[in-house]
């Protein structure tokens, strides 16, 4: 097992960090309420830097960065190519900034490009999740997210398509070793992590993140079965051999095998969780949900920001869609709401 150098006790401080010889992690400032900053990591390629998810593109993370990168005897010029491991505000668009202003290669997986192209066709900033709120007998929130607007700040993001798309096995080569693309959906259809073995060190992005669960499928063209992917990708991880976790958010950690276990098992706990909903007479994914608590605080639905409870009920959805593919419920769709009946097990 790698070891890792030491890191500050508050990941979000800025400044340029070696994680392992010649990789640097820089955590970069995020806009938002809940996740803090996001890890941007640094190494040399053949011809330039190299560097993964640098970030929300805004002053701050340019400042950031730049800071970071003198640290390190470097200028924002010197980089030669960006790698998002999917196409987020937070991981995406500084690098897109810097494709246009600097024209340094931008990469991505090639299934974000149904989302991409479907924001630059949506006037709305939830186009699907109206229709499956509905599906999951959650009329009135369908309702009162179905008029959100996108936000000007976002509509005004540098935002496109990348120079080039990855696959799943892409190579890139860096100054020692390279880095290897692995197609990961869940949190995103076109998610890609990124193997350093001669390093031992696995580029999680938010595939795999050591303190939360990823949102799965919050995207403006999610796939069918985000849940079903994203339990795949987390296998397929596991399979291969193990490597210390570099995550997108939170900490660095030894192994991420030993993380991928414990999401595993969060999930096999919140199926039982949804199944026992349905045996205490829950039908729809709106009323498993109302009937769950959320959060830490074991919080209910009703007392969730209205963002949150979308997304809370697409997870009980997704959740419902696993057991129907598993064979532990029955659907009905009626009156363009499912319902769900649990299968009694043979004994
Ligand atoms: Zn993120």
Redesign the pocket.
């Known amino acids: 097992m790698t070891s890792l150098l030491a890191q500050p006790d508050d990941w979000t401080e800025p400044g340029a960090y070696p994680v392992v010889p010649g990789v640097y992690r820089v955590p970069l400032p995020l806009p938002m309420d809940g ?1 803090t900053a ?1 890890n941007a990591y640094v190494m040399e390629g053949r011809d330039g830097l190299v560097v993964i ?1 640098p970030g929300w593109a805004s002053p701050e993370t340019q400042q950031t960065m730049q800071a970071a990168l003198r640290q390190l005897g470097h200028k924002p010029s010197d980089v030669r190519l960006c790698l998002a491991t ?1 196409h ?1 505000w ?2 995406y668009t500084q690098a897109y900034q810097w494709r246009d202003e600097l024209r340094i290669n931008l990469l991505l997986g090639w299934e974000e490009r149904h989302s991409i192209e479907s924001f630059f066709r949506s006037t709305s900033r939830f186009p699907n999740h109206a229709q499956r709120l509905v599906r999951c007998g959650a009329g009135d929130l369908a309702q009162r997210i179905s008029g959100t607007a996108v936000p000007d700040d976002e509509a005004e993001m540098p935002y496109g398509l990348p120079d080039e798309w990855l696959h799943d096995g892409d190579v890139v080569e860096l100054a020692e070793g390279t880095l290897q693309a692995v197609h990961t959906p869940g ?1 995103t259809r076109g998610h890609i992590v990124f193997r350093h073995d001669e390093a031992q060190v696995l580029f999680s ?2 595939h795999i993140l050591p303190r939360i669960t ?1 949102s799965l499928g919050f995207e403006w063209a999610p796939e069918e079965q985000p849940l079903r992917s994203f339990l795949r990708s987390l296998k397929l991880i596991r399979s291969q051999p193990d490597a210390a976790l570099l995550p ?2 939170g900490p660095v950690t030894e192994s991420a095998h030993r993380r991928v276990d414990e999401l595993l098992d969060h999930h096999r706990e919140r199926l039982e969780v949804v199944l026992n909903e349905l045996h205490a007479g829950a039908r729809t994914a709106y009323d498993v949900a109302r009937a769950m608590p959320w959060t830490r605080k074991g919080r209910r639905l009703e007392e969730l920001e209205t963002e949150h409870q979308m997304s809370a009920v697409v997870e009980v959805d997704a959740h419902l869609d696993v057991l129907n593919l598993l064979g532990r419920v029955k659907v009905e769709d009626r009156d363009r709401t499912r319902r769900y009946v649990p299968v009694k097990k043979s004994a």
Do not use: E
Request: glycine fraction near 8%.
């Open positions: 996740l996001v998810d999917h987020h937070d991981h949190h992005g938010d990823p997108a958010h």
